[in-house]
């Protein structure tokens, strides 16, 4: 199983940008699929969390309107668009995914599978 984190880089404040997370190895179309992020010095944060069909999204305050998340079954890829991005938001993000079910999404150990990280740096 592998998840590829891609779409980061260096970004002015207020700027856009769309994270991608390439899933192989794994039945999709069956796992939700969330973001974190880790800010240096502080702990990894849970961002967003979608089920296999988008028809349930829980997105954490911090980003919630700011931030989409979704999903393309066909192309075992899910995406993190993030808009007027901040200073705050520098940070490493990661893809996860858990099979079938997630009862506590901003708890890391509720998913089985983790993406390698892409850097977001917002410069003001």
């Known amino acids: 199983v592998q998840l590829q984190a891609s779409g980061g880089g260096l970004v002015q404040v207020g700027d856009s940008l769309k994270l991608s997370c390439a899933a192989s190895?794994?039945?999709?179309?069956?796992?939700?699929m969330a973001w974190f992020r880790k800010a240096p010095g502080k702990e990894r944060e849970f961002l967003a969390v979608?089920?296999?069909?988008?028809?349930?999204?829980f997105y954490a305050d911090s980003v919630r309107g700011r931030f989409t998340i979704s999903r393309d079954n066909a192309n075992n890829t899910a995406y993190l668009e993030m808009n007027n991005l901040k200073p705050e938001d520098t940070a490493v993000y990661y893809c996860?995914?858990?099979?079938?079910?997630?009862?506590?999404?901003?708890?890391?150990?509720?998913?089985?599978?983790w993406g390698q990280g892409t850097l977001v740096t917002v410069s003001s």
């Open positions: 996860a995914a858990a099979y079938e079910r997630v009862i506590l999404p901003r708890i890391q150990s509720a998913y089985d599978y």
């Open positions: 190895g794994l039945p999709f179309s069956r796992y939700f």
């Open positions: 979608i089920n296999w069909n988008a028809g349930r999204i």
